[in-house]
């Protein structure tokens, strides 16, 4: 949990940036080493027995997270191409809306001189009846 005074020394006195480094351990982190050493009684009289077992489960690791990676890259690439294919679709429903728009434009001009022309023939009629 904290740093023996010798060793303090010699990282304020020689590398800062090992200082700005160090993250002291979380009760998870104290609790999973204590679990490996537990496990490995001869970690604390053989070091490099220790340090090799280590090593080979960083490597399991290391594998693990390459293979997540690359799936979830597949992943990626498969929802790259959906989104390719709904932006395809989402045009070619703009171009329907936009003829759609252009009839419906059409409808509404020809509404309105219908609306004009019932108007004149109303005027009309009403001007006879009074003639």
């Known amino acids: 949990e904290s740093v023996p005074s010798g060793e303090n020394q010699s990282v304020a006195g020689g590398d800062e940036e090992a200082v700005d480094e160090y993250q002291e351990l979380n009760a998870r982190e104290e609790q999973d080493i204590e679990i490996m050493m537990e496990g490995c009684e001869y ?37 790259m191409k959906l989104l390719d294919e709904a932006l395809k679709e989402v045009d070619q429903i703009e171009v329907k809306l ?21 108007h004149l023939i109303h005027l009309s009629n009403t001007n006879n009846v009074k003639l």
């Open 43 to 79: 970690a604390i009289s053989n070091a490099e027995a220790f340090a090799e077992k280590l090593s080979r489960e960083l490597q399991v690791l290391d594998g693990a997270n390459i293979q997540s990676i690359m799936a979830s890259e597949k992943q990626v690439n498969i929802l």
């Open 98 to 118: 936009s003829s759609y728009e252009e009839m419906l434009q059409s409808v509404k001009e020809q509404m309105d001189q219908i609306s004009e022309s019932n």
